[in-house]
């Protein structure tokens, strides 16, 4: 079989003519007919060029890989127990399943409170304000994405280094006005932040505590690109210290801009070639501006690479790093690229598994990781929890959060016009009957619930549910508290799941259970 992705999909916003008959091998329609116009990647290819590398409208869409990835967790099971409990008295009334505790904490130095194992990883586009509110309401870490810069139409910097962000600001309060003690609003920074100074920026104007240091760019490993349609947009940008191509202060680039000529202006941002030392210094510059929580991410480089980068993140006391598999993504990078660069989240997780069994054996410092990459439901959540204890102990889930914010917001929108979205007049036509978790908010805000944002209640609904089934699940093995779980709470069922994850079947366990009868 094949795991290619067809060449015609809603990421570039294109179809196949005949999708029942597809040559698997190259993605195409088996028969490519003489008066096709070319609906597909490749039709899109001889009108757009390179235009066609990245998907369609990623400024107000988000995208995901389609590969069909030879192993994710749908290839594992749940486990269940009949007998006792841990972690809570082994007592019917006792032992319910909303007792299951998983607060979590984040940080070595400055441990931060947080509601439940779970970041919302870097977003800074799309509905971004109730993504951090609902992180916010929910007692979770949540990440500002890269590059905001470039997006604030009120930058103002010296030379290349920025002296106010408003964007960044706003951003910012977005949490913190909900923001209750549990959780944080991390800053990321690419290299392109990093020569402008952001996190210094940050840290001393804006009272940032916590920052991300990524490797890579967009939403995957290489560096940002970006088309400027406008002279004066691709002046300003390289005024402000980015990278454009071809040179827009070139008169004869200029020129040919303005007769419709040659290559159109495109920013590019730096592509990060890092240095362990200089990680490790910077690490150690970033605390001594008062960062209290440094942390990195990382996507499913060569495992050479991650295992440089958790012997960095070990020896300079890294408070977190996040490794994010193949599957997930916001969707700025190369479609292809999207598709066909790097593993998913469990052999990911696996791999980096192994690689903090290594380091603890030696008497390493263990940071804490988080496994991103596709997560979206609480089975999911569970399952990346029980694989990756104890050395793994948080989960990203990105995409599925931001769509709960953006129909959150749709639905509130479509509420406050008198008009129920279609499939929920069942509820009721009030904010209070569609939202059945608002209650809860109105509890802990009183008069204040009034003002949160539709979609951050959808942010935090949705995590609520993710949170709640968590627990049950939890219930279901018998043990209450997070650091309980383990790689025994899940069972492989395919034999490449046996072989990734060396965890024993059903089978196995079976026939050991019936040497012990």
């Known amino acids: 079989m094949s795991y290619n992705a067809p060449l015609g999909n809603p990421t570039t916003n294109t179809r196949l003519r005949s999708p029942a008959h597809l040559s698997p091998a190259s993605g195409m329609c088996a028969a490519c007919t003489a008066d096709c116009l070319g609906a597909c990647e490749i039709g899109l290819s001889a009108l757009r060029g390179e235009e066609a590398l990245l998907p369609f409208g990623a400024d107000v869409n988000q995208f995901a890989s389609e590969k069909d990835y030879p192993l994710d967790f749908s290839h594992f099971a749940i486990n269940g127990r009949a007998f006792g409990a841990r972690g809570i008295e082994a007592d019917p009334d006792t032992a319910v399943y909303r007792k299951a505790d998983i607060r979590a904490s984040l940080g070595r130095a400055h441990p931060l409170p947080c509601a439940a194992p779970i970041i919302l990883p870097a977003m800074a586009k799309l509905a971004w304000r109730e993504y951090f509110a609902g992180a916010a309401l929910s007692g979770v870490p949540v990440v500002i994405g890269e590059d905001v810069l470039s997006k604030d139409p009120c930058l103002e910097m010296d030379g290349h280094r920025v002296t106010r962000a408003p964007l960044v600001a706003e951003m910012l309060e977005a949490f913190r006005i909900y923001h209750r003690g549990q959780g944080d609003i991390f800053l990321q920074a690419n290299c ?22 990524k490797f890579g760019q967009a939403a995957k490993g290489i ?13 300003r940008f390289k005024r402000l210290g980015w990278l454009v191509l071809p040179d827009p202060d070139d008169p004869q680039a200029a020129a040919a801009h303005e007769r419709g000529e040659g290559p159109r202006f495109e920013k590019i941002g730096r592509l990060p070639i890092w240095e362990a030392e200089a990680l490790a210094l910077r690490v150690r510059r970033l605390r001594e501006l008062g960062a209290e929580r440094v942390a990195f991410k990382s996507g499913p480089f060569d495992p050479r690479d991650i295992a440089l980068i958790l012997r960095i993140v070990s020896e300079a006391g890294v408070d977190l790093v996040t490794l994010d598999g193949a599957g997930g993504g916001t969707g700025h990078s ?9 593993v998913g989240a469990v052999s990911l997780e696996c791999a980096a598994r192994k690689m903090l069994a290594a380091l603890e054996a030696k008497g390493a410092f263990l940071p804490q990781v988080a496994i ?16 990756g204890a104890p050395h793994i102990g948080f989960v990203g889930v990105g995409r599925a959060a931001m769509a709960a914010a953006m129909v959150g917001r749709r639905a509130g929108e479509a509420i406050a016009r008198g008009e129920v979205p279609a499939g929920y007049e069942r509820f ?8 059945a978790d608002y209650r809860l908010l109105k509890a802990k805000y009183g008069q204040e619930a009034a003002k949160i944002p539709t979609g951050a209640i959808g942010v935090f609904s949705y995590l609520n549910r993710l ?3 968590m627990r049950m699940l939890m219930a279901l093995n018998r043990k209450f508290t997070l650091d309980l779980l383990g790689p025994e709470d899940i069972l492989p069922l395919t034999p490449e799941a046996l072989r990734v994850s060396a965890l024993p079947s059903y089978e196995e366990l079976a026939e050991r259970a019936a040497a012990e009868i």
């Open 192 to 213: 392109d932040d990093e020569h402008h100074g952001l996190l210094e920026y940050a840290i001393s104007k804006l009272g940032v505590r916590s920052v991300e240091l």
């Open 223 to 235: 560096q940002g690109m970006g088309i400027v349609p406008k002279l004066e947009d691709a002046r």
């Open 334 to 342: 190369p479609v292809r690229m999207m598709d066909e660069w790097g």
């Open 372 to 387: 991103a990459g596709g997560f979206a439901t609480e089975d999911q959540v569970f399952k990346g929890l029980a694989l």
């Open 428 to 435: 009721g036509s009030s904010l209070e009957s569609v939202f």
């Open 467 to 469: 949170t709640s089934g």
